[in-house]
């Protein structure tokens, strides 16, 4: 079976992380997978059995997505759409798939209609025609305008087979932030979380792991770390501050104490997790999935920029069911984080068991059986 699998991130890396690993499951399953990379190029490399098509890059211009830009930071160029239409066409021509997945679009991704709907319509017009679907984390940043939620289904209803959210229903039901989900003419089907099976414990918990994820947002929370530290309950234990993007941490580095350790990137930040006392972190979809899975109690201080509000409905329905202490970024200062990390330290143990994480086989079978027989039930 051949899958296809559009992805875009605009400001990150964290749809392209979720991506992988959903496309990793999927070559699991018996798929060969092509992953069409329209953001930064991955820094982690293909899983087994899939290739990625690196497109021309696209990217959001800042923190409150106020423009499309190139790689260099350039306003989008005719020329670049153009170039990435060949792409996208010479791999449907290539591959002849099976199966056509998309990411967030038409749930998110708007302004990339001009390359997806002409695509699509030469993708159903394939004979055999390919099944369509979309993946898609379990919250959407909210809209004002009732008709733009009207848009999402509608186009959804025409243009896929299926709609795949990552979540837990019984956390995090997608129609909590999607009230047009009614309208929905083609199955919507929860997941569970996609996330890496948990690393083993290596011993007793210690310290604290401050990650600021895959974007360049998190500059303020790694500052406001190393000044909680000394006020903090866990003072005498090892802290590791992890920014995310390569060299934003050099300024941190020189002011950081013994006991502290300043990292880039860490392609081991589950298992750091897992060892630490406490996760400190933005509320982004990856490593909440990856805290719940480790068990490790957490502080969450949701982006929360430019109107996105995803982080924030994500940390207080985490709040709420007990699974983590939540700060707003305009009031987490040093000692308002210090308290945080004290009140997570006292969290009743996380039920793991309790939230579904095998979002990423339970995409592959999924995906399998819409193949296989045309369709998926509507629940």
């Known amino acids: 079976m051949r899958l296809l699998f559009w992805v875009q991130s605009l400001l990150g890396s964290g749809h392209l992380r979720r991506a992988l690993r959903i496309a990793g499951a999927c070559a699991r399953a018996g798929f060969t997978v092509e992953l069409l990379n329209g953001g930064a190029p991955s820094p982690w490399p293909a899983p087994p059995g899939v290739r990625i098509r690196q497109l021309p ?192 941490g050099d300024r941190l580095r020189r002011q950081a104490p013994s006991g502290v350790t300043v990292l880039d990137h860490d392609p081991a930040l589950p298992a750091r997790i897992a060892a630490a006392r406490v996760s400190v972190s933005q509320a982004g979809y990856n490593t909440v999935a990856e805290t719940l899975a480790c ?26 069911a007990g699974l983590a202490v939540v700060l707003d970024g305009r009031e987490a200062d040093a000692g308002a984080l210090a308290r945080a990390i004290g009140e997570a330290m006292r969290l009743p143990p996380a039920a793991r068991a309790a939230v579904a994480l095998d979002g990423a086989p339970r995409t592959a079978a999924l995906l399998r059986r819409l193949v296989e027989e045309g369709r998926l039930p509507c629940a």
């Open 57 to 248: 890059v696209l990217r959001a211009a800042d923190a409150a997505f106020s423009a499309l830009v190139d790689e260099e930071g350039r306003p989008a160029a005719e020329a670049l759409w153009r170039a990435r239409a060949a792409i996208l066409e010479t791999a449907l021509e290539e591959t002849r798939p099976d199966l056509v997945l998309l990411e967030m679009f038409p749930f998110g991704r708007r302004a990339f209609r001009r390359e997806l709907e002409p695509w699509l319509a030469r993708a159903r017009a394939l004979e055999p025609r390919p099944r369509i679907a979309v993946s898609v984390r379990e919250v959407l940043v909210h809209k004002d305008d009732p008709d733009r939620w009207r848009e999402m289904a509608e186009r959804a209803s025409r243009l896929v087979d299926a709609v795949l959210v990552h979540g837990d229903p019984a956390l995090l039901p997608f129609e909590a932030s999607f009230p047009a989900a009614e309208r929905l003419t083609v199955p919507l089907l929860h997941t569970g979380y996609v996330v890496d099976p948990p690393p083993p414990s290596g011993g007793p918990r210690r310290g604290v792991v401050v990650s600021a994820g895959g974007g360049v947002v998190g500059a303020r929370l790694l500052e406001t770390a190393l000044a909680a530290r000394p006020l903090s309950p866990l003072s005498a234990e090892p802290w590791t501050l992890v920014a995310g993007v390569r060299g934003q």
């Open 295 to 320: 068990g490790t109690p957490m502080v969450l201080v949701p982006f929360a920029e430019g109107g996105e509000d995803e982080q924030s409905r994500r940390a207080r329905r985490l709040a709420e």
